[in-house]
């Protein structure tokens, strides 16, 4: 399967905590996005890089989020501190061109 | 400010009937519009777009069409059937200098029933 991965695809943490997701686009995409979901919305956008360059960050991604692309290929988006508002789910997608393809998601909960 | 809207939660269509998906935007920028199907607990699956300099744009059994005019954009699904049911999402984005980031609808829950 050469799709986008995710992974953890569910993550229960305590408040708190911090937690890390990771997610490997599809090869040669040179674009990866962040977003969140929560029940009843459609997916948030939160950040997004062209290569290892980080070029927009929403204003929903507070000082507690953080993302890198070291490398240009896999990225990574740690939460520290959670909330309990943090619980949703993270998506990640990429893309080469106008489309954009996502992956199946990391939830996560907070309690 | 959301730019765009699904105002229909909920469709429920008979199967092998038509489905008509609708889909509104407010920010002129925008020029390229996606729809994503989407099942519980996975990510959106891509099914079709369309760029704003077209208004019809056919792919099997879906086919959107987009009023420019209008602001709006419609998904019709023919014929519907049973593994169509799931949320549909109308996303849309600037091609030039947005960095293809997407905005999304709130979706609309189609089910599709025997």
């Known amino acids: 399967d050469t799709g986008v991965s995710q992974n953890p695809r569910h993550k229960i943490t305590k408040r708190g905590q911090n937690v890390t997701f990771r997610c490997d686009p599809i090869s040669e995409h040179n674009r990866l996005y962040w977003y969140r979901q929560t029940l009843g919305q459609g997916p948030e956008f939160l950040t997004y890089?062209?290569?290892?360059?980080?070029?927009?960050k929403s204003r929903l991604l507070s000082d507690r989020f953080s993302a890198e692309r070291p490398k240009g290929s896999f990225s990574t988006l740690e939460i520290q501190r959670t909330e309990q508002g943090d619980s949703a789910m993270y998506l990640c997608?990429?893309?080469?061109?106008?489309?954009?393809?996502f992956g199946e998601g990391s939830w996560l909960t907070v309690v | 400010d959301q730019q765009v809207k699904q105002n229909s939660p909920s469709l429920s269509v008979q199967e092998g009937r038509i489905s008509i998906l609708n889909c509104d935007y407010t920010?002129?920028?925008?020029?390229?519009f996606l729809w994503y199907k989407k099942y519980p607990a996975e990510g959106p699956t891509f099914l079709i777009s369309?760029?704003?300099?077209?208004d019809k744009n056919e792919d099997g059994r879906f086919t959107v069409f987009l009023n420019k005019s209008a602001k709006h954009l419609s998904l019709h699904i023919v014929p519907s059937q049973p593994g169509d049911s799931a949320v549909y999402f109308c996303a849309a984005t600037r091609s030039t200098g947005g960095g293809n980031k997407l905005t999304f609808g709130t979706g609309t829950q189609l089910k599709v029933e025997l």
């Open positions: 997608a990429s893309s080469r061109s106008d489309t954009i393809y």
């Open positions: 920010n002129s920028m925008f020029d390229y």
């Open positions: 890089f062209q290569n290892e360059a980080q070029l927009e």
């Open positions: 369309i760029s704003s300099i077209k």
